[in-house]
Structures are given as structure tokens and as C-alpha cells.
């Protein structure tokens, strides 16, 4: 039997999840679960790059494994696991590190961005997070990285660290594909349309724990467009309110813009915020349900996360062997 091609990702738990997350990130891991070899880790090494409260970073990263389960990761079919329990990716971010160049990572966007919102932190972790990054994923050898659009520039620096360390020492690592969805990949946030949604501008943010009534309020104030045609029309340059509602409509529903701008003809804004908030609160309201009933099991959650631990550090130790021996490190 051929082997199945494998596919991975990971989120850091430095805030709570949100939709952006889940519609650019989740939910293609779930629809894609049958075809490959899964691999989806909580990011907690990364979020350290940023001070985090050290309860907060605890609750959230079972409560994230909680909310990996609830919405359709089978811990059966998926390794669910921890980074920081697999010191494989320290070891290879480190000897990653030395093959990524400092004019790379000095244009990473990510970088850009955070350095500027944590100009008292600027700190050696947050320049070299990339190569962290390149570790988590070159230790597994996947063939894709499904994420959203914001981390396509991290995982093209993958790749050429990939190609970079192949040339010089034959194929160690497979160079891996980004997998970024068609609907879904780039969720903006509901009160400021030209930033996307994250959990720093919460009032325009949908956490995936939230209670329906305060979701339903978010969707309602969304804001829509200025202008008088007041029409549900997908045309992202003129109406990015209206467009962005749209496409968390559509990647939630599946229906096309043709379909919804047929679905919504004549009804205007006023009717069309609340119908995306019903469908959003609808897609949310078995998830949340159900990471509340898991994250009550702690020993389930346990469970999980080191026998996650346990398959991940002995994939990710082949790897990590293989380049040492190729660095010419004396075998232990
Ligand atoms: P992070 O934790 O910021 O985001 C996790 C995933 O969610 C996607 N995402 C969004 N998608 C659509 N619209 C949005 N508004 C939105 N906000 C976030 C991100 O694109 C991402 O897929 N560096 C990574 C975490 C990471 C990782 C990895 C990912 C660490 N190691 C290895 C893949 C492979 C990050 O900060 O994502």
C-alpha cells in the first residue's frame, strides 16, 4: 500500500481562538483528515517571542487541544501534540538558524509588524522565530502546510531553507507546499475590514468559545460599506465590509458569491449582517459544546497530548538524526 503524503501545521496558544484561525487554518485540517498522515501542534515555544501570563499560556494551550478535538481532529486520526513536549524542534531551529540569513529574516512581515507593536521586546527570539518555524515543520518531511495567507511568506522561507541545507548535504528534507484555502484564507477583522482579524482588535474578532448573543452583537455592529448602493455585492476593493462578510458566509456555507449575491438580492445590509452571524453562531455552537465537555477530562486531554507527544518526537527524531550525522555531530 503507498504510503499516505504527509500534512501539518500549528497555532500559537498566545490568545484564544478565533475564526480567522478556524476558517483559514482548522477547517481545512478537517476536511482533509482521510487523505493524509496529520500532524497539528499547539505553537507554545513560538508565543514566547511576546511575554505571555504563564496561566494564561497553560489554560489556553489545553483549552486550543480541546478545540482542535471539538472540531473534527480525531486524536485516532491525528497527531495533537505540544511543541515544547518534543525538544526535536528546539535542536533543529537552532542548526536551522544557522543556515537562515539575516537579510531573510529581516523581511519577514511578521517581524516587521511585532517589532514595531513591541518595540520594548525586540528580542533574539522574535528575529529567528522562521527558523523555529522551518524546524516544526522539516522534522515531519510534509508534503503540505495548510495555512492562511499571512504565514505564505514563512513557509516560502522554508523552502528555501530546505533547498538551501539539500545543496549542500544531498536530500535530507522534503521541500514542503503551502496549502492556503480558496475562501476563508484571509478573514478581516468585523469593525476595521482592511486589518484582518485577530484577537488585538477583539470588539471586530469572533473567538470560537464565544456565547451566540455577544457573537450575534459583533455581526450586527460589523461595518459595511459607505456606499449608497446598499446591496450585498462581492467587490472587495470597493466594499471590503460587505466582501468580508461574504466570504466568512461562504467558506461557512459553501455557496459561491453568485449564490449568496442571488440569496441576499434586495434585502441590503440590515438583513444580510445577522444571517451571517446566524450561520457563524450555528457552525460554532457544537464546537464550543463540545471543547467545554472535553476540557472537563483533563485526564482524556492528557492522554492525548502525550501520546501525541510520544508519535511526533519518534517521526521527528529520524530527522533530526539524519542532519547531525550529516553536520558531521559525533553519534550519541
Ligand atoms: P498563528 O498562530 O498566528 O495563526 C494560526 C493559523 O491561523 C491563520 N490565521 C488566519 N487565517 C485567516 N484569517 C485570519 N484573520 C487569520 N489569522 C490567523 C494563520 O495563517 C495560521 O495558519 N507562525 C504560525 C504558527 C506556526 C506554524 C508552524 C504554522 C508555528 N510553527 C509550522 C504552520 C507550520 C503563526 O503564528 O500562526
Known amino acids: 500500500m503507498d504510503e499516505k503524503k504527509v500534512m501539518l501545521s500549528g497555532i500559537q496558544p498566545s490568545g484564544d481562538l478565533h475564526l480567522g484561525n478556524y476558517l483559514g487554518a482548522i477547517k481545512t485540517w ?52 505540544i511543541q515544547s513536549h518534543v525538544h526535536q524542534h528546539a535542536e533543529l531551529g537552532w542548526v536551522l538558524q544557522c543556515y537562515t540569513m539575516f537579510g531573510e529574516l529581516s523581511r519577514m512581515t511578521q517581524f516587521k509588524d511585532k517589532s514595531a507593536k ?33 504565514q505564505k511568506q514563512h513557509c516560502e522561507l522554508t523552502r528555501d531553507v530546505a533547498q538551501r541545507f539539500n545543496s549542500i548535504y544531498g536530500d535530507v528534507f522534503k521541500v514542503p507546499e503551502p496549502y492556503i484555502p480558496k475562501a476563508g484564507a484571509r478573514v478581516m477583522s468585523l469593525n476595521a475590514p482592511d486589518s484582518k482579524m485577530s484577537k488585538s482588535l477583539p470588539e471586530g474578532c469572533i473567538f470560537l468559545m464565544e456565547k451566540p448573543e455577544d457573537i450575534q452583537r459583533k455581526f450586527k455592529r460589523a461595518i459595511t460599506d459607505s456606499d449608497t448602493e446598499n446591496c450585498v455585492r462581492f467587490d472587495p476593493a470597493a466594499k471590503p465590509g460587505v466582501s468580508n462578510l461574504m466570504s466568512i458566509y461562504s467558506a461557512i456555507t459553501g455557496r459561491t458569491f453568485e449564490q449568496i449575491e442571488a440569496e441576499f438580492a434586495g434585502c441590503g445590509y440590515g438583513a444580510f449582517k445577522p444571517a451571517v452571524g446566524e450561520a457563524v453562531v450555528e457552525c460554532l455552537r457544537p464546537i464550543r459544546e463540545e471543547a467545554t465537555r472535553i476540557l472537563a477530562d483533563k485526564a482524556y486531554l492528557e492522554s492525548v497530548y502525550k501520546a501525541g507527544a510520544e508519535k511526533a518526537s519518534y517521526v521527528a527524531n529520524k530527522t533530526l538524526r539524519k542532519v547531525y550525522k550529516k553536520l558531521g555531530f559525533v553519534a550519541r
Open 118 to 150: 513591541h518595540k520594548e521586546n525586540i528580542n533574539g527570539g522574535l528575529f529567528a522565530y522562521p527558523s523555529l518555524m522551518a524546524a516544526d515543520i522539516l522534522l515531519y518531511q510534509p508534503d503540505l502546510v495548510p495555512v492562511g495567507e499571512d
Open 30 to 81: 478537517v476536511d482533509r483528515t482521510e487523505e493524509f498522515d496529520n500532524y497539528y501542534f499547539m505553537a507554545d515555544m513560538h508565543t514566547i517571542t511576546v511575554r505571555q501570563n504563564p496561566a494564561d499560556l497553560r489554560r489556553r494551550t489545553l483549552e486550543q487541544l480541546a478545540l482542535y478535538i471539538a472540531c473534527g481532529l480525531d486524536p485516532e486520526k491525528n497527531t495533537l501534540f
